[in-house]
């Protein structure tokens, strides 16, 4: 027999299903339930959780600002990998889960607490990325995991707003959307619903970062992106906080219809999801970076970089962001920003994001070797051994495919 509960933290929103699983856990383990909401910029109303979750039978809730945090430590350092999850999805639910279960390791080591839970369902990468940082962190903490358990009962929405009529649980009176939607500072992801349709167009409706395309204004905002050693620091010369910068820059290229992706990805416990994602700041941070990579990185270490593109963001994905090979990467990744300083001026027009300009303090880019004018620093003589060098394979190849 598993020992008892005597206290557990809970990831709560304040929404439908943590509402009911506060009431659930007490029911269930007869123990203490500690609420933990993270502001990590869903711009969701924050004020109220504290009576909703003491009324609903917490003992007591954790409120903390995460902004700064996730910008910093999760979403930066992605940005320095120019991770992309399959050639598309830019990682903003992948990179704020982590930091959450952290934070929910923290609290339960501060209260004492003997179990954490979580709301995610049994289908989808979010509960591996929770889990998976708990037992990074603490492989000794109890997890619950609600709906993955044979004494979770609840089917539908349904059953559950019944659970919460007969406990008086308070539950949000908004009308259900024929989606669900998850937002934070990097971006919000659009799914299910209507949209497990793949053959559906997304209604205008749903987005709520991005005007469309056609409605962006007729004449394109120039925008000029400051970056020290891999880090946006400036927009237009004006430093910023990370959480600030991230703010400022999806209202830049919200505005301008910039940000949308459509996209049929491949979950980690194995089978394809419909995504729909709103990143208008985090798109034209990821290009202004190439950027000023472009002319400061070496050409052999930016090949081996962008080698790790897809193992750094499948890592972050499925959930390993603190396994040891994440660690190992991300200083690879680091060392390679070490020069990565200077300036991506970017023009912002109709869904596109533009790069119109670039330099550097570190660039490599030399206008006296590059020129298609007269110049006195490059012989062109000397590409011909180059390339008869180079060539050399291929010569004896067509020679042995023509017997000679």
Same mark, same amino acid.
């Given at each position: 027999?598993?020992?008892?509960?005597?206290?557990?933290?809970?990831?709560?929103?304040?929404?439908?299903?943590?509402?009911?699983?506060?009431?659930?856990?007490?029911?269930?383990?007869?123990?203490?339930?500690?609420?933990?909401?993270?502001?990590?910029?869903?711009?969701?109303?924050?004020?109220?959780?504290?009576?909703?979750?003491?009324?609903?039978?917490?003992?007591?809730?954790?409120?903390?600002?995460?902004?700064?945090?996730?910008?910093?430590?999760?979403?930066?350092?992605? *940005?320095?990998?120019?991770?992309?999850?399959?050639?598309?999805? *830019?990682?903003?639910?992948?990179?704020?889960?982590? *930091?959450?279960?952290?934070?929910?390791?923290?609290?339960?080591?501060? /209260?004492?607490?003997?179990?954490?839970?979580?709301?995610?369902?049994?289908?989808?990468?979010?509960?591996?990325?929770? /889990?998976?940082?708990?037992?990074?962190?603490?492989?000794?903490?109890?997890?619950?995991?609600?709906?993955?358990?044979?004494?979770?009962?609840?089917?539908?929405?349904?059953?559950?707003?019944?659970?919460?009529?007969?406990?008086?649980?308070?539950?949000?009176?908004?009308?259900?959307?024929?989606?669900?939607?998850?937002?934070?500072?990097?971006?919000?992801?659009?799914?299910?619903?209507?949209?497990?349709?793949?053959?559906?167009?997304?209604?205008?409706?749903?987005?709520?970062?991005?005007?469309?395309?056609?409605?962006?204004?007729?004449?394109? @905002?120039?925008? /000029?992106?400051?970056?020290?050693?891999?880090?946006?620091?400036?927009?237009?010369?004006?430093?910023?906080?990370?959480?600030?910068?991230?703010?400022?820059?999806?209202?830049?290229?919200?505005?301008?219809?910039?940000?949308? %992706?459509?996209?049929?990805?491949?979950?980690?416990?194995?089978?394809?999801?419909?995504? %729909?994602?709103?990143?208008?700041?985090? @798109?034209?941070?990821?290009?202004?970076?190439?950027?000023?990579?472009?002319?400061?990185?070496?050409?052999?270490?930016?090949?081996?970089?962008?080698?790790?593109?897809?193992?750094?963001?499948? *890592?972050?994905?499925?959930?390993?962001?603190?396994?040891?090979?994440?660690?190992?990467?991300?200083?690879?990744?680091?060392?390679?920003? /070490?020069?990565? @300083?200077?300036?991506?001026?970017?023009?912002?027009?109709?869904?596109?994001?533009?790069?119109?300009?670039?330099?550097?303090?570190?660039?490599?880019?030399?206008?006296?070797?590059?020129?298609?004018?007269?110049?006195?620093?490059?012989?062109?003589?000397?590409?011909?051994?180059?390339?008869?060098?180079?060539?050399?394979?291929?010569?004896?190849?067509?020679?042995?495919?023509?017997?000679?």
């Amino acid at each position: 027999m598993s020992k008892k509960v005597k206290k557990v933290i809970l990831a709560y929103s304040g929404g439908l299903d943590t509402s009911v699983i506060v009431r659930w856990l007490i029911e269930t383990y007869d123990c203490e339930v500690v609420c933990f909401a993270a502001d990590v910029g869903q711009k969701e109303e924050l004020t109220g959780l504290k009576e909703k979750a003491i009324n609903t039978g917490a003992s007591k809730i954790y409120i903390e600002d995460l902004r700064e945090e996730f910008a910093r430590d999760f979403v930066f350092p992605a *940005l320095r990998a120019n991770a992309i999850y399959e050639g598309t999805y *830019l990682l903003g639910t992948s990179l704020a889960r982590p *930091l959450i279960a952290k934070k929910q390791i923290e609290i339960a080591r501060k /209260e004492k607490a003997d179990a954490v839970c979580h709301g995610s369902t049994g289908k989808g990468n979010d509960q591996v990325r929770f /889990e998976l940082t708990y037992i990074a962190l603490n492989p000794r903490i109890r997890i619950i995991a609600p709906w993955k358990q044979d004494n979770w009962t609840f089917d539908s929405r349904e059953s559950m707003i019944d659970y919460a009529r007969k406990y008086k649980i308070p539950i949000p009176l908004t009308k259900k959307k024929p989606y669900s939607s998850d937002r934070n500072l990097l971006h919000i992801s659009h799914e299910g619903g209507i949209l497990e349709d793949t053959w559906a167009e997304p209604q205008e409706n749903m987005f709520v970062l991005t005007v469309s395309p056609e409605k962006a204004p007729n004449r394109p @905002t120039y925008v /000029e992106i400051d970056f020290v050693k891999g880090n946006p620091v400036a927009v237009d010369g004006k430093k910023m906080s990370p959480a600030k910068l991230m703010d400022h820059m999806n209202m830049l290229a919200g505005k301008n219809g910039i940000g949308r %992706v459509d996209m049929v990805e491949n979950r980690f416990v194995g089978m394809k999801s419909r995504g %729909v994602y709103e990143t208008p700041g985090g @798109t034209v941070l990821w290009a202004a970076h190439r950027a000023v990579e472009s002319i400061t990185m070496d050409r052999e270490v930016m090949l081996m970089r962008d080698s790790l593109i897809p193992k750094y963001a499948q *890592l972050a994905y499925n959930g390993f962001w603190y396994a040891p090979e994440m660690e190992t990467l991300q200083a690879y990744i680091d060392a390679t920003q /070490e020069n990565v @300083t200077g300036t991506a001026r970017m023009k912002l027009y109709k869904g596109n994001c533009i790069v119109v300009g670039r330099k550097s303090p570190k660039s490599l880019y030399s206008e006296a070797f590059a020129t298609f004018e007269k110049d006195v620093v490059y012989d062109q003589k000397d590409a011909i051994g180059f390339i008869r060098l180079n060539g050399l394979r291929l010569r004896i190849e067509n020679m042995l495919k023509r017997g000679k």
